[in-house]
T-cell receptor, first 114, second 106 residues
Framework: DSGVTQTPKHLITATGQRVTLRCSPRSGDLSVYWYQQSLDQGLQFLIQYYNGEERAKGNILERFSAQQFPDLHSELNLSSLELGDSALYFC?????????????FGPGTRLTVT | AQRVTQPEKLLSVFKGAPVELKCNYSYSGSPELFWYVQYSRQRLQLLLRHISRESIKGFTADLNKGETSFHLKKPFAQEEDSAMYYCAYRGGKSTFGDGTTLTVKP
């Protein structure tokens, strides 16, 4: 168990809808990352937050947005969903672990858009 | 641009054979590099970090600054090593390679 939790585990919704994915980082970690992993694809970095502030942005669509709250949990909002948004969405957190900043991943949310 | 390259998308070896998963990086300065493993599209797990020079599950990886590489090696592959492996570095933008799917055949 990495200590990172994500809810929900599975989500099935229709095109055009909006969903919110939630992530709780490991205790003490200030950074949260979001990734998308489509079928047969590698990880696509979406966005990173550090202590509530956006730190880095990757290939995140304008229909997607995220935020990190004062208690450090994060939410990824996906709107106007399309079939192609069906994927695994992973959250990861990192902090200073003995001088190293490796990421700890959550179990992912499997989103299916029908 | 800073990036990590894993040239092999798929790699297949027989049980007991040596395996090497390649990773090259382009980064100026001293990178912090990692290998992650993902079994059956579950959560990614940290396998190795270059700063600790450890061996996990028989895997090792050496940072070669001259060749800008951080290849993952195991002398004798096992069937349970079949998984997706990602090379990653810690930078301003989290950078993961495209991953290599390793299949170890019996």
């Amino acid at each position: 168990d990495s200590g990172v939790t994500q809810t929900p585990k599975h989500l099935i919704t229709a095109t055009g809808q909006r969903v919110t994915l939630r992530c709780s980082p490991r205790s003490g970690d200030l950074s949260v990352y979001w990734y998308q992993q489509s079928l047969d694809q590698g990880l696509q970095f979406l966005i990173q937050y550090y202590n509530g502030e956006e730190r880095a942005k990757g290939n995140i669509l304008e229909r997607f947005s995220a935020q990190q709250f004062p208690d450090l949990h994060s939410e990824l909002n996906l709107s106007s969903l399309e079939l192609g948004d069906s994927a695994l969405y992973f959250c990861a957190s990192s902090g200073n672990t003995g001088g190293s900043y490796e990421q700890y991943f959550g179990p992912g949310t499997r989103l299916t858009v029908t | 641009a800073q990036r990590v390259t894993q040239p092999e998308k798929l790699l297949s070896v027989f049980k007991g054979a040596p395996v090497e998963l390649k990773c090259n990086y382009s980064y100026s300065g001293s990178p912090e590099l990692f290998w992650y493993v993902q079994y059956s599209r579950q959560r990614l797990q940290l396998l190795l970090r270059h700063i600790s020079r450890e061996s996990i599950k028989g895997f090792t990886a050496d940072l070669n600054k001259g060749e800008t590489s951080f290849h993952l090696k195991k002398p004798f592959a096992q069937e349970e090593d079949s998984a997706m492996y990602y090379c990653a570095y810690r930078g301003g933008k989290s950078t993961f390679g495209d991953g290599t799917t390793l299949t170890v055949k019996p």
